[in-house]
């Protein structure tokens, strides 16, 4: 069957629509010899050039749906390639069956946590697209005094430099002395919205963790830069969340499935224990959960 070339080639992982549509523009993409217009339809059998490579039908139409998460530690980027020869986190993950890993959104340098990688670039845009509003969670470690009108102006909305911003949901979550423990949800990706959102009431992000995206929570046994691979009933609800249908996942081999859940050896991710703790320490009960929409 045929389909729109922007429409194959992103879900391939090349790029969002947007970007391929630039690049069909431009006259990079070429079917069967002659260049591409917007619009054009592909099916199985064509030959496709992306900046004169070649690009393997086997990628285009197997539609490969491998999903993992990954817990990103503080001092790792999410480039592919850092200029100032910093680890990415790509260095940590494992070879994918077919393509490449696209990230679903990213964690700058100083943040740890959650972050999704798949090989189906429809299902990482539908999770990036602002359309969506997918919930992104994050434990929040705070310097500073807090008042219940801070946090009733962070629900309200603050006007940062690039426009305002607010959390859809924050609750307190433990925590002794001058540091505290809040989980908050945002519903865009922002750079560094969080902390510039924290800081805009005069305190200061001393710890910053992402637990959840999307309906996804990150695993208890998801240890400090671990990998596992997305599967069953959480990989369908992930597509369910943005109305796609799962594709027939690929198979995988005898290394791969050894390596899903590598065995660990750090204990730093202690992260629901230790605001649990600090909870019920300062108010003898367990804190509240903020759950997906």
């Not at 009431?201 to 910053?208: A, C």
Request: proline share 4%; with cysteine; charged share 30%.
């Amino acid at each position: 069957m045929a389909e729109r070339i922007q429409k194959v080639l992103a879900r391939a992982g090349y790029g969002s629509r947007r970007q391929l549509e630039i690049l069909i523009k431009e006259g990079k993409v070429t079917v069967n010899g002659n260049v591409a217009s917007l619009g054009d339809q592909i099916e199985m059998g064509d030959t496709i050039r992306l900046d004169s490579k070649p690009i393997s039908p086997k990628r285009l139409w197997q539609h490969p749906q491998q999903v993992i998460l990954y817990n990103k530690p503080v001092g790792e980027v999410c480039t592919r390639n850092d200029p100032e020869g910093r680890r990415t986190i790509f260095q940590s993950l494992p070879s994918p069956e077919e393509g490449r890993w696209v990230s679903v959104g990213r964690l700058d340098i100083s943040t740890s946590g959650l972050i999704i990688l798949t090989t189906d670039g429809e299902l990482a845009n539908k999770l990036m697209h602002p359309s969506n509003e997918m919930d992104r969670e994050y434990a929040v470690r705070v310097l500073g005094e807090v008042t219940s009108e801070m946090m009733q102006n962070l629900r309200d909305g603050i006007e940062l430099e690039d426009g305002k911003a607010k959390f859809a949901d924050i609750q307190e979550s433990g925590g002794e002395g001058a540091n505290h423990w809040y989980h908050v949800v945002i519903q865009e990706g922002r750079n560094r919205e969080v902390r510039r959102l924290w800081e805009s009431q005069g305190v200061k992000v001393s710890r910053l963790m992402r637990v959840r995206y999307g309906p996804v929570i990150i695993p208890d046994q998801l240890r400090m830069g671990r990998w596992m691979m997305l599967e069953g009933g959480a990989l369908e609800a992930l597509y369910e969340a943005v109305d796609l249908q799962p594709k027939q996942a690929p198979k995988v081999g005898r290394a791969q499935r050894e390596k899903k859940m590598r065995p660990i050896k750090t204990t730093e991710r202690k992260v629901r224990q230790k605001t649990n703790q600090g909870s019920s320490k300062s108010k003898g009960k367990r804190s509240a959960r903020i759950r997906g929409r």
